[in-house]
């Protein structure tokens, strides 16, 4: 089935035309197979006469290289391919061509980086933007409106209330991920002490994601389709996160999240690896926590994004990469960079200067998982280079689903429930807002998590446990 026809062949549901092709052609190799069957003993093999231009894909996306990201979209994919007569195009992971039915050679792609991510992982091609008025008359806010000048501008009272974003349905919602933002302005500037990821939670720059795991908490809270909300009242919030970390002073005492600086989560609600694509909000936290003397910013991420490569944090941004075993992160982890991209980031990132830790999470008990995870923990090792083994440290979480998200999975992605809803070794917790919250049972769990490390242990005796639960 071509991949350009996935839309019209599956019909009446280009929802779940889109759950395959981001399941499938996102994590696949794809080898495009020609000419006549092979059974036909004695037949000589056709050549495939597909009709198509005499350009080059690197011509074609050079004459169609817009002024915004959207070279790095699906669609652009796909007018590749239909502009090539082709049902596919070339596969590109990490800067090296794997399969180049067109003969281009790296030069030709070299100035178009991130079509390679584009191609493989087609992530966002924004169509539509809810803007809140406050939000369009700041510098950011203009800075993200030029990036994506062909998108649609909606107006809105609040990033918060956009019905038909929080009301979709949950089986289109993976679209409003690739083809929506929401541009608002972040009103209140607390910080939450926190004392596990970090020691504090920053006020967000952005709320929403543009990956969808089917575990994902913030969805729970606010609606399935959740797209990047960014923030465009990015000094306040920087100059509110100056001001807290001054008021603080020197940290006192070391504790498990740092021995030395306070430590500030960035993205609770997102991944800012992904909204690094969208904005420069990233970049200037990064800057923020280079100039501050005691305190880190820190964030947990399941996107490979090469530009934070160029940030210079100086040691003062810690990236946790967020890993599972590979077949379990492509069932449950859609939409984010493969396992494998992930773990070959992390050499790159310490090179870069940033302070590079894991974050196992969420730990899912099926059939076999000491096995998959055993065998990651040794990937690791095999890749991690000694002096980011030096220092690392990992968080375990074990997986909390919850019955509402449960419902909403069942409707668009009813395998990952398999994994996810499992009554026979979960109970029920209530929330503090009342909601059903399933964890595995106790005593089970507690068992399970000493396995769980006594495997780290085994496997990778450097790595210290920040906190697992
Ligand atoms: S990366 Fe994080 S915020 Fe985004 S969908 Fe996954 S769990 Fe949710």
């Given at each position: 089935m071509p991949v350009v026809r996935w839309h019209d062949l599956i019909t009446g549901s280009p929802t779940l035309a889109d759950a395959n092709l981001d399941r499938l052609v996102h994590n696949a190799h794809r080898i495009q197979l020609r000419g006549d069957i092979l059974r036909r003993n004695g037949h000589p093999r056709e050549t495939a006469t597909r009709p198509r231009t005499n350009a080059t894909p690197a011509e074609i996306m050079r004459n169609r290289r817009p002024t915004s990201?959207?070279?790095?979209?699906?669609?652009?994919?796909?007018?590749?391919?239909?502009?090539?007569?082709?049902?596919?195009?070339?596969?590109?992971?990490?800067?090296?061509?794997?399969?180049?039915?067109?003969?281009?050679?790296?030069?030709?792609?070299?100035?178009?980086?991130?079509?390679?991510?584009?191609?493989?992982?087609?992530?966002?091609d924004i169509r539509r933007i809810y803007l809140e008025p406050a939000a369009a008359g700041l510098p950011r806010g203009r800075q993200v409106l030029d990036r994506f000048p062909a998108a649609e501008r909606i107006p809105v009272q609040s990033h918060w209330r956009i019905p038909e974003l929080r009301e979709g349905d949950p089986e289109d919602f993976l679209r409003p991920k690739r083809e929506?933002?929401?541009?608002?302005?972040?009103?209140?500037?607390?910080?939450?002490?926190?004392?596990?990821?970090?020691?504090?939670?920053?006020?967000?720059?952005?709320?929403?994601?543009?990956?969808?795991?089917?575990?994902?908490?913030?969805?729970?809270?606010?609606?399935?389709?959740?797209?990047?909300?960014?923030?465009?009242?990015?000094?306040?919030?920087?100059?509110?996160?100056?001001?807290?970390?001054?008021?603080?002073?020197?940290?006192?005492?070391?504790?498990?999240?740092?021995?030395?600086?306070?430590?500030?989560?960035?993205?609770?609600?997102g991944d800012l690896s992904v909204d690094a694509l969208v904005?420069?909000?990233?970049?200037?936290?990064?800057?923020?926590?280079?100039?501050?003397?005691?305190?880190?910013?820190?964030?947990?991420?399941?996107?490979?994004?090469?530009?934070?490569?160029?940030?210079?944090?100086?040691?003062?941004?810690?990236?946790?990469?967020?890993?599972m075993p590979h077949g379990l992160a492509k069932l449950l982890?859609?939409?984010?960079?493969?396992?494998?991209?992930?773990?070959?980031?992390?050499?790159?990132?310490?090179?870069?200067?940033?302070?590079?830790?894991?974050?196992?999470?969420?730990?899912?008990?099926?059939?076999?998982?000491?096995?998959?995870?055993?065998?990651?923990?040794?990937?690791?090792?095999?890749?991690?280079?000694?002096?980011?083994?030096?220092?690392?440290?990992?968080?375990?979480?074990?997986?909390?689903?919850?019955?509402?998200?449960?419902?909403?999975?069942?409707?668009?992605?009813?395998?990952a429930e398999e994994v996810l809803w499992r009554p026979d070794i979960q109970e029920e917790k209530r929330s503090e807002t009342g909601a059903a919250n399933l964890r595995y049972r106790t005593g089970w769990k507690g068992r399970w998590l000493q396995r769980f490390r006594d495997l780290l242990a085994a496997r990778m005796p450097y790595c210290r446990v920040r906190y697992a639960f």
């Open positions: 990201p959207e070279y790095a979209s699906t669609g652009a994919w796909q007018r590749l391919a239909e502009a090539t007569g082709q049902d596919q195009c070339w596969l590109v992971s990490q800067g090296r061509i794997l399969h180049d039915p067109f003969g281009t050679s790296l030069d030709d792609i070299g100035d178009y980086g991130p079509i390679s991510r584009g191609m493989t992982a087609p992530l966002l929506v933002l929401v541009l608002g302005v972040k009103k209140g500037l607390a910080f939450r002490p926190n004392g596990r990821s970090a020691d504090f939670i920053a006020p967000s720059t952005s709320n929403g994601c543009a990956i969808a795991c089917a575990y994902c908490y913030v969805a729970r809270r606010k609606g399935h389709a959740n797209p990047i909300s960014v923030f465009a009242n990015i000094e306040e919030i920087l100059a509110a996160t100056a001001r807290h970390a001054a008021t603080l002073g020197p940290k006192a005492a070391p504790n498990q999240v740092d021995p030395r600086d306070w430590v500030y989560d960035l993205g609770e609600n904005s420069d909000n990233v970049r200037d936290l990064v800057a923020l926590f280079r100039s501050l003397p005691n305190a880190k910013g820190s964030f947990a991420t399941k996107w490979v994004n090469p530009d934070l490569l160029g940030y210079d944090p100086q040691g003062r941004t810690r990236i946790r990469m967020s890993l982890d859609i939409r984010a960079a493969p396992v494998a991209e992930r773990i070959a980031a992390l050499p790159d990132l310490h090179r870069a200067g940033y302070e590079v830790q894991v974050n196992f999470s969420p730990v899912v008990l099926r059939e076999g998982w000491e096995a998959e995870w055993g065998a990651l923990f040794e990937e690791l090792d095999a890749t991690l280079p000694a002096a980011v083994k030096d220092r690392l440290a990992a968080e375990i979480i074990m997986l909390t689903h919850n019955a509402a998200l449960h419902e909403v999975n069942l409707a668009w992605h009813p395998k």
